[in-house]
């Protein structure tokens, strides 16, 4: 609903606040099917069942105290880590005869419009650092449209991607989600035109001669 109003910037806000929720409801479930297998695995047994007699109360405020804390350690893990990417260096052999050794930086899943643009910054800014010479998005770049995408200012920031040999994208479900597969507007084309980023969809690109895209 967010998305198709004017909120502007508090729509990351709001986002944000959603999908923590949604994680927070999702680990509470899970603990408390946990709890409660415990509990019944406890009244098979007289003993532990006298003790949980005796002790429910106190045993469900620990086990919620321990739950809670659980969810904040997964979320602040989980925080981290999205803003904080790690880098994998990957060697790889070919048998072509290249007169270079290509370094080519390879990126998913950013889910642009649940990150924030300083994020987006950080990151870019880390990929350029690489001096790459192909940047290759394979999947869920958006969480937005179109005209979203440059509203909210994403597509200066990702025109400031720095790639000798260009910047290549593929469609991930998210895209799908968004409408942007597949959509050759005229709007979108331009926009897609001014980040310097092309979509291969069902075709590829042969680079320098030398390397099939």
Known sequence: ????????????????????????LLYALMFVIVFDLT????????????????????????????????????????YYHFTHPKITHLAIDTQKHLDKRWNIVVISDLHIGTLSQKQLKKDVNMINNMEPDLVLMVGDLFELDGKAIHKQGYDDILRQLKSKDGVYAVYGNHEYYHEIDHNSSPELRQLLDYMHIQYLVDTSVYIEGKLDL
């Open 1 to 24: 609903f967010t998305r198709g109003t004017n909120f502007g910037h508090w729509v990351n806000t709001m986002q944000s606040i959603s999908y923590s929720w949604m994680v927070v």
């Open 39 to 78: 509990r019944g695995v406890m009244h098979l047994f007289p003993a532990s069942r006298a003790w949980l007699q005796l002790h429910l109360s106190a045993f469900r405020q620990v086990y919620m105290t321990f739950t809670f804390g659980m969810i904040a350690v997964l979320l602040a893990t989980g």
